[in-house]
């Protein structure tokens, strides 16, 4: 999905959005956004006002005043539409986009006989069974229940290099508009049209059918009784004002309430929500609802499986150890010998091990050696060679059960070594020939670069990090240390992530966690932010409310940062609109009273040129805050990783005084702008 991640804004969304801007005029759309609805009524009655301006009383305001304002209310709604149409034109864009994708292939669909019926992939429900070959597209998704092929998913994910995929196993789970380039596949399908991955994701990156999230909605509550609150404080104003002997006009009124009410925020409200969808969907995973990204960014720990996520997941031989008084040179040769004919990436690594560390060998040497396949009831492997000499390597214990079986005896120092390599997070292999015990293989899985500083800033967040392992506990605590995350759960079973996510949630907390296999599935499900991967099983794809396209296990670190972005930027936005209003009161307050009260005089400290240039100048900067601020919205503010009452002072010290100081500076340019052209 590189064009997913790539995408900006062209003019063709530009101007899609201005056209869009008019269209969400239509007080049935804005009714769901309670402060840019009042200032549409307001905009109607200053419209009345501008050809008819004794409708509501003789003011003695003239025609030009109540014109202007409506022009800049009309701009204050057109701004703030354009914010929410920008948002969504972006993720229409990339709707597209995958439209491009899911075009109607044709599908060969099995039948009772064995024979094949050629449909349309819409024709397709779940449980057909159709037979995909190379080149071919496959028509929807399913599961491959025969065959193995390198499968093309960079339609979707915008990754060039293939996945093997086959039958059984984590991997057997294919998407629909991804292609074959090798073998056939039998795939299984598991979705009726409308339902596939591709119209799911289709339907989610369309910021118009984005549903609003449980804080959203909070908010939107909360601005919904500012906006009622101050619209009884104008509607008490006028018979103070008439008691005063200040004769208010309509348009005035209007403008007070305009700036009074946070029509800021309440313009870019449901702009940050979907940008901050958007963004997720640009890094490349799928959220299955914007409540999934908001709880990202109120995590409070994140489970992690060692193997693959916070470690590479392929053990590779690291060093040779000699026991029982043997040479580094013979060690290394019979683990050459017990390895050469090893296809498994650790096998593969003992020969490259050994072949740096010089020793030769002819490929012809071994050529009628019987290799002995790796089992998991003997935990051994090896080869037979055909004079009887018997090489193997296994798990220590496994090794000495065998030598003690022919007779041999244990070198003293085996325990001693083989414990020091899984203290330092390793795995031991021991290397025999016959009934002799010659030394040690140190396997080691590494943790990923940049991880511990990763941790770190999750721990600044106040995230706590719990891996877990199948491996031993001294394994699982060195490899902790090394990673530095928080606690670790050493010989885990699918059983014991349900139970950490359970007693997590229980203490209150909000619980994140990573998976692609089947057996993860009862977990994603149970975490308030579930990360599949999209190489996983249809399982785990249907029980998380995230799938990472790219199937990296480490993207839910960038997703919990996304998702705090998102919250922040809304906090600090609206933080920005209510410290907004403060300045718009020292400009449009002393402008209405002056004249019964030349008191007032001493709050004009803008010293703006008249009671009409107050009001315009602080009504046309309510406006054009709006589209100044669309960029903030749609990036979001950077989220720089500390505590919460670092946070929150910085928030109150950029946005809130900045929210104060900027209204000052804009409403007195405008003031000079006004007074210069003798509009007013």
């Known amino acids: 999905m590189a064009a997913v991640r790539s995408k900006t804004l062209s003019q063709q969304i530009v101007n899609q959005a201005l056209l869009d801007s008019f269209k969400k005029l239509n007080p049935a759309v804005l009714i769901k956004n309670p402060v840019m609805f009042v200032v549409e009524i307001g905009t109607l009655i200053t419209l009345i006002l501008s050809f008819a301006p004794d409708a509501f009383g003789t003011t003695g305001v003239g025609s030009g005043y109540n014109l202007a304002v409506f022009f800049i209310l009309l701009f204050t709604l057109l701004f703030a539409n354009f914010a929410e149409a920008i948002a969504e034109g972006r993720g229409k864009a990339q709707a597209d986009n995958l439209r491009k994708t899911k075009s109607d292939t044709i599908a060969r669909l099995v039948q009772k006989d064995g024979s094949f019926k050629q449909v349309s992939s819409t024709q397709l429900r779940k449980g057909d069974i159709v037979r995909v070959d190379i080149g071919e597209i496959i028509p929807s998704d399913g599961e491959i229940i025969e065959g193995l092929a390198s499968i093309d998913e960079s339609a979707i994910t915008g990754e060039s290099a293939p996945v093997i995929k086959e039958a059984g196993g984590d991997f057997s789970s294919v998407t629909g508009g991804t292609r074959v380039v090798s073998d056939y596949i039998i795939v299984k399908v598991l979705t009726d049209p409308g339902e596939s991955f591709l119209d799911r994701m289709i339907a989610l990156v369309e910021g118009a059918k984005r549903q609003k999230t449980p804080n959203e909605i909070a908010l939107t509550t909360l601005l919904a009784v ?19 002997g200040v004769n208010l006009d309509v348009a005035t009124l209007i403008a007070l309430l305009v700036c009074l009410i946070p029509t800021t925020i309440g313009g870019l409200l449901s702009a940050i929500g979907i940008a901050g969808m958007d963004r997720v969907t640009q890094f490349n995973v799928l959220a299955m609802s914007g409540k999934a990204v908001e709880a990202a960014g109120d995590i409070d720990t994140m489970i ?4 693959g996520t916070i470690t590479f997941g392929n053990r590779m031989a690291a060093e040779f150890l000699p026991v029982g008084g043997e040479s580094a040179k013979t060690i290394t040769l019979i683990a050459l010998q017990a390895s050469i004919k090893d296809e498994t990436p650790e096998g593969r690594s003992v020969v490259e091990l050994a072949h740096k560390n010089g020793a030769t060998w002819a490929m012809n040497e071994y050529e009628n050696a019987d290799p002995v396949e790796f089992s998991a009831e ?20 496994a090794i000495k059960k065998y030598v ?7 070198p003293s120092d085996l325990e001693e070594k083989s414990n020091g390599i899984a203290r330092e997070g390793g795995t031991p292999l021991a290397v025999a020939v016959n009934g002799k015990i010659y030394g040690v293989i140190y396997l080691k899985d590494t943790v990923k670069p940049g991880l511990k500083e990763r941790f770190a800033e999750l721990r600044a967040m106040g995230i706590k990090t719990v891996m877990c392992t199948g491996d031993n506990p ?6 902790a240390k090394e990673a530095g995350v928080d606690e670790f759960i050493a010989e885990a079973k699918p059983e014991d992530k349900i139970a950490a996510i359970k007693r997590e949630q229980q203490e209150g907390k909000l619980v994140a966690m990573t998976g692609d296999g089947t057996n993860d599935a009862p977990a994603l499900a149970q975490a308030d932010v579930g990360l599949a991967m999209n190489s996983g099983t249809m399982a785990a794809k249907e029980a998380a409310n995230m799938i990472d396209l790219d199937s990296d296990p480490t993207k839910l670190l960038s997703v919990i940062s996304i998702g705090k972005q998102l919250l922040i930027t809304r906090g600090a936005l609206t933080t920005f609109s209510i410290a907004n209003d403060v300045a718009k009161y020292f400009a449009i307050i002393p402008a209405m009273f002056m004249i019964a009260f030349p008191q007032l005089q001493a709050l004009n400290i803008m010293s703006l040129a008249s009671p009409q240039s107050a009001i315009l100048s602080a009504l046309i900067f309510n406006a054009i805050i709006i589209p100044l601020l669309i960029p903030v919205a749609m990036r979001g503010v950077k989220y720089i990783p500390q505590s919460a009452d670092k946070l929150l002072g910085r928030n109150i010290l950029v946005y809130g005084v900045g929210g104060v100081i900027v209204p000052f500076v804009g409403i007195k340019i405008i003031d000079l702008i006004l007074h210069g052209l003798q509009i007013v």
């Open 226 to 244: 500012l906006t009622l609150i101050f619209l009884i404080v104008i509607m008490t104003i006028v018979p103070f004002a008439n008691y005063l």
């Open 304 to 307: 992690l499986d060692k193997t």
């Open 378 to 397: 003997t935990r051994m492997s090896g080869l037979n060679l055909k004079d009887g000499t018997e090489i193997r390597k296994g798990a220590v214990d």
């Open 404 to 410: 003690s079986a022919k007779g041999g005896s244990i």
């Open 474 to 479: 001294l394994t699982a605590a060195t490899i």
